[in-house]
């Protein structure tokens, strides 16, 4: 039998609590043990499909050749369809258990494993916490608010209305009354009912995250990835690439003609255009979406990003693989993980602990002040965040999670040797020996990088306005790509200046398919979410940037709330719940 055996739930089970990397794909159960530290995406991206079926993210990150190679790793296969376990990095804790009775649970038990003899979830023993097979989500303990006994209490000001799932299965959520007054909640509760407000907005809004309903859409997902395949989607068009390359050399032929006739800040405007346009070309290549090929592709993103950006390719990778993974979600999601200067839900109230930095995000009073003001502070922190880019790959190169093993162990030597040759030629050749004065030199390091703020709002701004609501393991990979991501409409012509990330959502769900395909796919995904049943979510530039900056004085106004429940309890000792 060997690699065709059939493993049962409980034994895959098993294999987890022994610590083993267990992954689901195409029926396949998969041991990456092995494979972990030569991983060229980062072995984080596997580690949060541990007890998974991952067969739409492994098809959507990966070759057919590739996929072929996974064989190697298979050590049996699953019959029918595969409930996901919660990986233990996300929180899911696995205690070895007998594997003659798969209704047993131990202690702690990581969810979404509550599974009968016939393959079908029992929601009899749902976790409140963790289970997504009941169709409630997480809520507060009800039990431990005073009851409002004044109805005029619900007419005071900072007073709204919550819908909070019963504590009993339903198929919807049981109303329960109950008013924002600071006065009435611990900073911890407020924040559970602000997440949870979340939660329940999303499942109102979006298909069903049970088992059947999710399985149709991701049917329909794979179909329309055939229909992607198919239609030649995943073709690079390299005249597309010429044109791109002719603009790129056109911004940064100005900057020499400006810097040469001492035209300073000339120079620095059409250096910052040049970095921000080819910057694009990176991403397209951090996703081999530019030749397919490894190398090749990571070479053009070295050069590109290393040398021609002075930004480790390699930190984005890692960084933006996890993100487009666990999109959105702040305990894990590394593109929203901005605190203390900005916060993108109320999780973060309670000091996430990120598994992609592994580093306690404190909430301090520092952040109580920060957020409230995000909204104003957005655009000037953005003028500057390509030099926290640059912090941020040098800590990565010079750390553990830098590839040291496999198929990438050479990036890291060659990144730290173009990283090099970048800072030589602008830090050394340009801003030492060619510009005259430290004033102008400031003027032009700073000029030249708030050129390229746009792209930072443009990275931010298909996510920070949707949706960090958790659903559970049941959630479809289409879906939670499409809940959690936004389009951004603009005419064909202004697509260079976009450089792709309009179609963010459409990129998502196809991370390899070239850019100058994605308009054509785009129509392809117009008629998949409406098939399923799914909003696709597209704004202007403009009212996109207003819907960012909404969900920034959201939870700024969250923030508010939460520094009055605090100064309350301070001042009378009193939070309005019964202890």
């Known amino acids: 039998m060997g690699r065709s055996k059939i493993l049962t739930r409980d034994h895959i089970y098993n294999l987890i609590a022994d610590g083993q990397t267990i992954v689901i794909s195409q029926q396949r159960v998969l041991r990456l043990d092995s494979w972990l530290e030569k991983h060229p995406g980062g072995k984080l991206t596997i580690m949060h499909m541990v007890g998974r079926d991952a067969t739409d993210e492994m098809n959507a990150y990966h070759s057919a050749r590739t996929l072929k190679t996974m064989s190697a790793f298979q050590i049996g296969r699953i019959e029918g369809t595969w409930t996901n376990f919660t990986p233990p990095i996300r929180g ?20 979404y494993d509550s599974i009968g003899t016939d393959g079908e979830a029992d929601t009899s023993c749902c976790d409140l916490k963790r289970d997504p097979q009941c169709t409630r989500s997480r809520s507060p303990n009800l039990s431990k608010v ?51 407000h979340e939660i329940d ?75 921000h346009q080819i910057m694009f070309t990176a991403h397209d290549a951090g996703h081999m979406g530019i030749t397919h090929n490894f190398k090749i592709d990571t070479l053009i993103g070295i050069f590109v990003a290393d040398f021609c950006c002075g930004l480790s390719i390699g930190w984005w990778k890692s960084s933006h693989n996890v993100h487009h993974l666990i999109t959105n979600q702040p305990e894990h999601d590394p593109d929203i993980q901005n605190v203390p200067l900005f916060a993108t839900s109320p999780s973060f109230f309670k000091s996430i602990h990120s598994s992609y930095y592994n580093f306690q995000f404190v909430w ?22 390509r030099f926290n880019l640059y912090l941020l790959s ?19 030597p060659t990144e730290l040797l173009f990283m090099a040759g970048y800072w030589y030629v602008f830090g050394y050749c340009l801003l030492w020996k060619t510009i005259p004065t430290w004033s102008l030199r400031i003027i032009f390091v700073l000029v030249s990088h708030m050129i390229t703020m746009p792209l ?41 200046i976009h450089g792709g990330l309009q179609f963010q959502a459409v990129h998502h769900l196809f991370p390899r398919v070239p850019r100058h395909n994605l308009r054509r796919v785009q129509i392809l995904v117009r008629e998949f979410c409406k098939d399923v049943g799914i909003e696709y979510k597209i704004l202007g530039f403009v009212d996109g940037n207003k819907k960012v900056l909404g969900r920034l004085g959201e939870v700024g106004k969250q923030v508010e709330l939460l520094v009055q429940c605090q100064k309350h309890m301070a001042e009378t000792g009193e939070s309005g719940l019964a202890h």
């Open 201 to 275: 907005r999303d499942l109102k809004a979006y298909p069903s995250i049970d088992i059947a309903t999710q399985r149709r859409i991701t049917l329909r997902y794979q179909e329309l990835h055939r229909q992607v395949k198919e239609g030649g989607h995943y073709n690079c068009r390299y005249l597309e690439y010429a044109k791109e390359c002719s603009r790129y050399s056109i911004f940064f032929a100005l900057f020499l003609v400006a810097l040469k006739q001492q035209w300073y800040l000339a120079s620095a405007v059409f250096l910052g255009l040049f970095w």
């Open 364 to 385: 301090d009073r520092f952040a109580d002040v920060a957020v409230q003001y995000q909204r104003y502070t957005y655009y000037p922190i953005m003028c500057i965040a």
């Open 146 to 196: 005073t009851p409002i006994s004044n109805p005029a209490l619900l007419d005071k000001p900072n007073t709204t209305t919550l819908t909070v799932p019963s504590i009993t299965h339903t198929t919807s959520p049981a109303s329960v009354v109950l008013p924002l007054n600071p006065t009435l909640y611990t900073p911890s509760v407020y924040t559970d009912y602000a997440v949870q």
């Open 394 to 412: 040098w800590l990565f190169l010079l750390s553990n999670k830098a590839p040291r093993l496999g198929a990438a162990s050479w990036t890291r």
């Open 456 to 496: 930072h709002v443009q990275i931010t701004l298909s996510h920070w306005a949707m949706s960090t609501a958790d659903l559970g393991e049941t959630e479809s990979f289409a879906q939670k790509q499409l809940r959690t991501t936004m389009d951004v409409e603009c005419p064909a012509w202004l697509d260079f």
């Open 92 to 111: 899911g804790t696995f205690a070895r258990r007998e594997e003659n009775n798969p209704l047993k649970l131990v202690a702690d038990e990581a969810p």
